[in-house]
C-alpha cells in the first residue's frame, strides 16, 4: 500500500473535520473571512504605499481605516461605492472584496438554511429530549393506540395540563399525521411523540421514563397473527420491561402495564417486578363474550364500567365507625359500594352484608366520578322492606350454543362455556373453509370437554340457505366472531358481521308463529367502535368491542393497578360477577314502583349487590343507552315488569 501524501493527509483531516456538522462549517467560514479579509486588508495597505494620495475619504487615510472599508466591502458588496473616487489601485481591492463578501454571503446563506432545516428534520423524526413529569408513557405501536389515548383524554379532563408520551420504532411525522385524524379532540391532554426502541434505555430517558406516573407497554402484533410472530412480540416486550426497570430511579413507585399473550411470558413479566401487571386481552374477550350470552345487555353495562367515560371504579376510604357492609351501601350519595379492599391487599367483592368495616378497609365502589364519592355519617336513603319473591331461581337447562367464524378465541370460548353449561349442552362452530388445524382444535376440544359436544359445520355464514338450513332459532345463543385472518382489517370483518346479521335478521323475520324467537340471544364482537351503531341497527342484541375493551383495560390497569384484581374476580366463573337479572325473581307482583334504594335491599336478601337497572322497552334504543341505567339516585322510583332486570353482582346466574 502506498505512503499517503501530504496533500491527501491535509484533504483527509479536513473532510474528518467538515464530517462533524454545523459548528465545524462555521468555523471554517469564520477562518476563510478571516483570511481573506487579511489579505485584501494586506492589499489594501500596500495600495497606500504605493499611492497614498489615491484614497477616496481623507478621514480614511490610515491603514486602520481602510482596513474598516475593506471589511465593509466584504460583509455588504454594496459598500463598494466607498471606492467610487479613489485610485484604480484602490479599485482593484474593493472588487476583490466586493467578489469575496458575495461568495462568503451565499455559503452563509446555505449554511444558515442547512442547519435550519437539518434542526427541523431532527425535530420530525422525534429525537429531541422530552421534559414531562407525572406523564403516562406508552411504549410500542399497534391498532390500540387511539382507543387507548381517548381512555386517556377523558381520564385527564380534570387535569389542567396532562399528557401522554408514546415513544416507538415508527417516524414521528407518520404517528402525528395517524393522531391528527382518529384522536381530533384532545381535551387538556397533550399527546407527545418520540421514535426510537422503546426498549433503549437512552431513549427511555428522552422521554423522560423516571418522571412518568405508569407505563403501558403495546404488543408489536395483532391477535391474528401467528405463533412465532406473537413470541416474537412477547420477548421484544419482555425486554421492553427490563429495559424500564432498569431506566426507572431507585426507590420510586411505577406502574407498567404489559400486554402479553403467552402464559408464561406473563409469568416471566411479573416475576422481573411487582410493579408489573401483564394481562391477556383475548382471554378478557373470551370471557366477556361468554358471560353476556348468559346475562343479556351485560356488554352495555361492561362498556360503562370499564370506560372512564361513564361510571368507575374506585377505591375510597373513609372514618368507616364500625359500621357493616349491609348498611354502607346506602351511605354514598353517588355510586354503589360493591367490595372492598383489606389492608393486606385482600380484595373481596360482594362481601357479606353483616361483614363490619375495619379502620383500614377501602371501599370498592362504582362511581361516577372519584370527586363525587362521600361516605355520610347518616344513610341518604332508607328502603322499604319488602318480601322476596321466594322459590324463583333461573334453572339451568341443557343449552345449544352457535359459533359462527374462528379466531384464536374460539378454543378459550368453549372452555369457558364448559364452565357454565350443563352436561349434554352442544356448540356447533359454522366456518366457510376450515383449515385442518381448526378441525384438529376442535376435534381435541370435543374430546377433552366431557359435559360438551362440539360439531364443525362446514358452510357459508353469509349464504341465506345456508344459515336458514341451521334453524339458527333453535339455539340459545349466537356468537359471531370477527375474522381471524391476518390479511382481514376491521372494516372487512365488521362488514362481514353486518352482512350476517341483516341475513339472520331475515331469516328470524321469517319464522312462523309457532316457533319463540325470543329465546334466541345474538351477540357479535366487533372491531372498529365506528361500527358500534350500523351493528346495533342490524339486529344484534349485545356486542362487544374488541378493541375498545382491551385497550379500555389497559387504560384503567395504568391509572390504577390494583383494579386488576378486581377485573379478575369479575371476569372470573369462580368468583362473584355482573348479572342482568329478570325482577321476577325478586318480586311478587307486577307492575311495581320501587326506588332503586329498594332494589338495592331486595337484593341484599339474596346475597347480592344491586348497581343499576334495565328496562326492557328501552332495550333497543341506542339513545337511552339500550335501556340500562347504572348507579341511578337511590330515591329515584322506577316501575318495573316482570322482565325488566336488575343489575347485580352476584356469585351465579340463578
Same mark, same amino acid.
Given at each position: ?20 456538522? &454545523?459548528?465545524? @462549517? ?10 481573506? *479579509? ?24 490610515? /491603514? %486602520?481605516?481602510?482596513?474598516? @472599508? ?55 423524526? !422525534? ?9 403516562? %408513557? ?32 415508527? =417516524? ?70 427490563? !429495559? ?6 431507585? &426507590? ?8 402479553? *399473550? ?43 364500567? #370499564?370506560? $372512564? ?13 364500625? @359500621? ?30 353483616? %361483614? ?7 371501599? #370498592? ?9 362521600? $361516605? ?10 319488602? =318480601? ?84 339458527? $332459532? ?40 309457532? @316457533? ?37 383495560? %389497559? ?15 369479575? /371476569? ?18 307486577? =307492575? ?63
Amino acid at each position: 500500500m502506498p505512503t499517503p501524501t501530504l496533500r491527501e493527509r491535509l484533504r483527509y483531516k479536513f473532510d474528518t473535520f467538515i464530517s462533524k456538522g &454545523g459548528r465545524s @462549517i462555521f468555523f471554517s467560514l469564520v477562518v476563510v473571512f478571516l483570511v481573506l *479579509f487579511g489579505l485584501l486588508a494586506g492589499l489594501r495597505g500596500v495600495s497606500m504605499l504605493m499611492h497614498p494620495k489615491g484614497v477616496s475619504h481623507e478621514t480614511h487615510d490610515s /491603514f %486602520l481605516g481602510q482596513s474598516y @472599508i475593506i471589511f465593509l466591502e466584504l460583509t455588504d458588496p454594496g459598500n463598494m461605492n466607498q471606492d467610487k473616487f479613489a485610485s484604480p489601485l484602490f479599485k482593484v481591492s474593493g472588487v476583490l472584496a466586493g467578489l469575496a463578501g458575495v461568495i462568503i454571503l451565499s455559503m452563509l446563506i446555505a449554511f444558515i438554511t442547512t442547519a435550519l432545516d437539518q434542526k427541523l428534520s431532527e425535530l420530525r423524526k !422525534g429525537f429531541s429530549r422530552v421534559i414531562e413529569s407525572d406523564h403516562t %408513557l406508552i411504549l410500542g405501536w399497534n391498532h390500540r393506540v387511539p382507543e387507548i389515548l381517548r381512555e386517556l383524554i377523558i381520564a385527564n379532563e380534570s387535569e389542567d395540563d396532562a399528557c401522554v408520551v408514546i415513544l416507538a420504532d415508527l =417516524p414521528k411525522e407518520e404517528m402525528d399525521d395517524y393522531l391528527k385524524v382518529n384522536v381530533p379532540e384532545r381535551q387538556t391532554t397533550r399527546i407527545v411523540t418520540r421514535s426510537g426502541k422503546p426498549s433503549a434505555k437512552h431513549n427511555l430517558e428522552i422521554v423522560s421514563l423516571p418522571t412518568s406516573k405508569s407505563v403501558v407497554i403495546l404488543a408489536s402484533c395483532g391477535e391474528s397473527a401467528n405463533e412465532a410472530e406473537k413470541a416474537a412480540s412477547d420477548i421484544r416486550t419482555i425486554k421492553t420491561i427490563l !429495559g424500564v426497570v432498569a431506566s426507572k430511579e431507585e &426507590g420510586t413507585e411505577l406502574n407498567i402495564v404489559v400486554e402479553l *399473550f403467552q402464559q408464561r411470558s406473563r409469568e416471566i413479566a411479573e416475576e422481573i417486578s411487582p410493579e408489573v401487571t401483564a394481562i391477556d386481552g383475548q382471554e378478557i374477550l373470551a370471557k366477556l363474550l361468554v358471560q353476556t350470552s348468559r346475562s343479556l345487555g351485560l356488554s352495555v353495562v361492561y362498556a360503562e364500567v #370499564l370506560s $372512564f367515560d361513564g361510571c368507575e371504579l374506585y377505591f375510597h376510604q373513609a372514618d368507616w365507625s364500625g @359500621i357493616a357492609f349491609g348498611k354502607a351501601i346506602y351511605h354514598f350519595p353517588d355510586g354503589v359500594p360493591i367490595g372492598l379492599r383489606h389492608v393486606d391487599g385482600t380484595v373481596v367483592i360482594n362481601p357479606e352484608s353483616s %361483614l363490619t368495616l375495619q379502620k383500614d378497609d377501602d371501599i #370498592l365502589i362504582l362511581a361516577e366520578d372519584d370527586s363525587t364519592i362521600e $361516605f355520610r355519617s347518616e344513610p341518604v336513603a332508607v328502603p322499604q322492606t319488602l =318480601p322476596l319473591a321466594e322459590g324463583r331461581k333461573s334453572e339451568p337447562s341443557i343449552e345449544r350454543e352457535l359459533l359462527i367464524g374462528w379466531n384464536e378465541k374460539v378454543p378459550m370460548i368453549v372452555r369457558e362455556y364448559a364452565d357454565y353449561v350443563q352436561a349434554g349442552s352442544q356448540i356447533d362452530i359454522m366456518l366457510r373453509e376450515p383449515t385442518d388445524y381448526v378441525r384438529q382444535t376442535i376435534a381435541q376440544l370435543n374430546e377433552s370437554l366431557e359435559n360438551l359436544t362440539i360439531q364443525l359445520i362446514e358452510s357459508n355464514p353469509t349464504d341465506i340457505p345456508s344459515l336458514t338450513a341451521l334453524q339458527p $332459532f333453535h339455539y340459545d345463543n349466537i356468537i359471531i366472531l370477527s375474522s381471524g385472518d391476518q390479511e382481514a382489517d376491521s372494516e372487512t370483518s365488521d362488514s362481514e358481521t353486518i352482512v350476517i346479521l341483516i341475513l339472520l335478521r331475515r331469516i328470524f323475520s321469517e319464522a312462523g308463529p309457532d @316457533i319463540d324467537i325470543t329465546k334466541t340471544k345474538i351477540i357479535t364482537e366487533v372491531m372498529d367502535s365506528d361500527n358500534q351503531e350500523l351493528v346495533a341497527r342490524a339486529g344484534v342484541h349485545d356486542f362487544i368491542i374488541s378493541n375498545r375493551f382491551v385497550s379500555t383495560i %389497559l387504560a384503567q390497569i395504568s391509572e390504577e393497578a390494583s383494579i386488576k384484581a378486581v377485573y379478575d374476580d369479575l /371476569f372470573s366463573e369462580d368468583g362473584s360477577e355482573i348479572y342482568l337479572k329478570p325482577a321476577r325473581l325478586y318480586f311478587t307482583s307486577f =307492575p311495581i314502583e320501587v326506588s332503586f334504594a329498594d332494589m338495592m335491599a331486595i337484593a341484599q336478601q339474596r346475597n347480592e349487590v344491586c348497581i343499576g337497572v334495565k328496562i326492557q322497552a328501552m332495550e333497543t334504543d341506542m339513545q337511552q343507552n339500550f335501556g340500562v341505567k347504572l348507579i341511578p339516585e337511590k330515591n329515584t322510583r322506577w316501575t318495573l315488569g316482570p322482565e325488566d332486570r336488575l343489575v347485580v353482582v352476584a356469585e351465579d346466574e340463578t
